[in-house]
């Protein structure tokens, strides 16, 4: 590799990162707006024009605050788990196929289930290093639930690849191109985006973070920068996610601005679900995963499997 390739390669990287971090700014913005209309009120209106500057002087004050420690925390593991945790979610967005400069990873969908397992542990060591008990429940909690939902999610995934017999996520806007596998696999995009909430620790799926319960969950400890970095890695996730949905069940990658509502939509949908729905109790969220989920996914890639063995003979 020339070392213009290398150059190029590394400054996708950093457009790439920039215009993650800036969407999930905005992201913020969006869902503190769409909240604040579900619930009768505007929302962050005064800092610049309909509060459009609110997200960077939230990130001025989380930035600058006071940086705590807490004194029998495992000081380590306690700094460096956010900061791999953000790390990570900035990474999988590697996975995406470019024009230029980062190539077409023929496996990608397997480095994306890679990467979101390994998420699990950036949560067990910040609600462990914290040394705190409610920050360890918190995270044990959260790690339940991922695990639990990563199971049914990777089956739905499998259905949607068994389909195109590839791991490449150029495949699909190839196989998309007259009908959507929304259209052919609804009860499975269906599944897939309540699996999606689930993972990302969303509404009603947020017992990493129930407040009423757990005082904030496994990042009670964290404070200032190290709490932002918690913070960017959970909503590049759901951008991320959005994103994913749209290639695997809304017709592929594509330049069009088309692609990007898409996008923006499903992202929309996690706000508006947070907004009009309570908290699961945690016994029925482990039954839904469990006894509904699992059985539903496994049933449905039998019946593709049988479909597809019906066809090759």
């Given at each position: 590799?020339?070392?213009?390739?290398?150059?190029?390669?590394?400054?996708?990287?950093?457009?790439?990162?920039?215009?993650?971090?800036?969407?999930?700014?905005?992201?913020?913005?969006?869902?503190?707006?769409?909240?604040?209309?579900?619930?009768?009120?505007?929302?962050?209106n005064k800092?610049?024009?309909?509060?459009?500057?609110?997200?960077?002087?939230?990130?001025?004050?989380?930035?600058?605050?006071?940086?705590?420690?807490?004194?029998?925390?495992?000081?380590?593991?306690?700094?460096?788990?956010?900061?791999?945790?953000?790390?990570?979610?900035?990474?999988?967005?590697?996975?995406?196929?470019?024009?230029?400069?980062?190539?077409f990873l023929?496996?990608?969908?397997?480095?994306?289930?890679?990467?979101?397992?390994?998420?699990?542990?950036?949560?067990?060591?910040?609600?462990?290093?914290?040394?705190?008990?409610?920050?360890?429940?918190?995270?044990?909690?959260?790690?339940?639930?991922?695990?639990?939902?990563?199971?049914?999610?990777?089956?739905?995934?499998?259905?949607?690849?068994?389909?195109?017999?590839?791991?490449?996520?150029?495949?699909?806007?190839?196989?998309?191109?007259?009908?959507?596998?929304?259209?052919?696999?609804?009860?499975?995009?269906?599944?897939?985006?309540?699996?999606?909430?689930?993972?990302?620790?969303?509404?009603?799926?947020?017992?990493?973070?129930?407040?009423?319960?757990?005082?904030?969950?496994?990042?009670?400890?964290?404070?200032?920068?190290?709490?932002?970095?918690?913070?960017?890695?959970?909503?590049?996730?759901?951008?991320?996610?959005?994103?994913?949905?749209?290639?695997?069940?809304?017709?592929?990658?594509?330049?069009?601005?088309?692609?990007?509502?898409k996008v923006?939509?499903?992202?929309?949908?996690?706000?508006?679900?947070?907004?009009?729905?309570?908290?699961?109790?945690?016994?029925?969220?482990?039954?839904?995963?469990?006894?509904?989920?699992?059985?539903?996914?496994?049933?449905?890639?039998?019946?593709?499997?049988?479909?597809?063995?019906?066809?090759?003979?």
């Amino acid at each position: 590799m020339q070392f213009n390739e290398i150059l190029i390669l590394m400054l996708n990287m950093i457009i790439l990162m920039v215009g993650v971090l800036i969407s999930v700014a905005f992201l913020t913005l969006m869902e503190r707006k769409v909240l604040g209309y579900i619930q009768f009120r505007k929302g962050p209106n005064k800092v610049g024009i309909i509060g459009v500057v609110q997200p960077f002087s939230d990130a001025i004050k989380l930035f600058s605050k006071e940086f705590f420690i807490p004194l029998k925390s495992n000081y380590l593991y306690f700094l460096m788990s956010p900061i791999f945790s953000l790390s990570l979610s900035l990474f999988i967005w590697m996975i995406i196929p470019y024009l230029e400069g980062l190539n077409f990873l023929g496996l990608g969908v397997l480095l994306f289930l890679c990467c979101l397992s390994f998420g699990v542990y950036m949560v067990m060591l910040s609600g462990w290093s914290s040394n705190s008990n409610f920050a360890m429940l918190g995270a044990i909690r959260a790690i339940a639930q991922t695990i639990s939902y990563e199971v049914s999610l990777i089956f739905l995934f499998l259905c949607v690849i068994f389909l195109i017999l590839c791991f490449n996520l150029m495949e699909f806007k190839f196989y998309q191109e007259y009908v959507s596998f929304w259209v052919l696999l609804m009860p499975i995009a269906m599944g897939v985006f309540v699996s999606m909430l689930a993972e990302c620790n969303r509404t009603p799926f947020d017992f990493a973070e129930g407040e009423s319960e757990l005082v904030s969950g496994f990042n009670v400890e964290y404070v200032g920068s190290e709490f932002a970095f918690i913070f960017l890695s959970e909503y590049s996730m759901i951008l991320f996610m959005s994103l994913i949905f749209v290639i695997k069940f809304w017709g592929g990658i594509s330049l069009m601005s088309l692609f990007f509502v898409k996008v923006m939509f499903i992202s929309f949908l996690f706000i508006w679900v947070r907004g009009i729905l309570p908290r699961y109790r945690y016994d029925k969220l482990m039954f839904l995963t469990w006894k509904i989920y699992l059985p539903f996914s496994l049933n449905f890639l039998l019946l593709i499997l049988m479909g597809l063995s019906l066809n090759w003979n």
